[in-house]
C-alpha cells in the first residue's frame, strides 16, 4: 500500500471541496487530530481534575464535529480554555520546550496561510 493511497481523501469527506481548498488532506489530518487530542484532553480532565470541565472540553469537540461539517475545528475548540489548563501543569522542561517550539511552527504555518488567502481559521 503506497503512501498516495494511505493519503486519499475518500469522495464522503464532500465538507473538503477541492475546488476550494489547495490542501485537503492535511486539513482533513489537522481537524480530525484537533478533534481527537481535544477528546482526550475532556476524558483526562473529568477523569481528573473536574468533571465539569472535561463535559465542556468534549462538548465544545463534539458540537462541530458533529454537525456535519467539522471544517476548521480548531475555530471551536480555541475557547476549551480548561484543555488549555492542562499545558499549565506540564513540569517537564524538555516536553514544554517541545511544545513551544511546535506551537510557534503552528503560528508561523496559519500566519503564512492567513497571508496568501488559503485559509482563514
Do not use: H
Request: hydrophobic share 55%.
Amino acid at each position: 500500500m503506497g503512501i498516495e493511497r494511505l493519503l486519499a481523501v475518500p469522495t464522503r469527506c464532500f465538507y473538503y471541496p477541492p475546488n476550494s481548498l489547495p490542501l485537503r488532506t492535511p486539513f482533513l489530518l489537522l481537524d480530525t487530530t484537533l478533534f481527537w487530542l481535544f477528546v482526550a484532553a475532556g476524558v483526562y480532565l473529568w477523569l481528573r481534575v473536574r468533571p465539569s470541565y472535561g463535559a465542556l472540553v468534549i462538548g465544545l469537540a463534539l458540537l462541530p464535529a458533529l454537525s456535519g461539517s467539522p471544517q476548521s475545528i480548531n475555530r471551536y475548540v480555541a475557547v476549551a480554555f480548561p484543555a488549555f489548563i492542562l499545558l499549565a501543569r506540564v513540569t517537564n522542561e524538555a516536553i514544554r520546550y517541545a511544545l513551544a517550539v511546535a506551537f510557534t511552527l503552528g503560528l508561523a504555518l496559519t500566519t503564512y496561510l492567513f497571508v496568501q488567502g488559503y485559509w482563514a481559521g
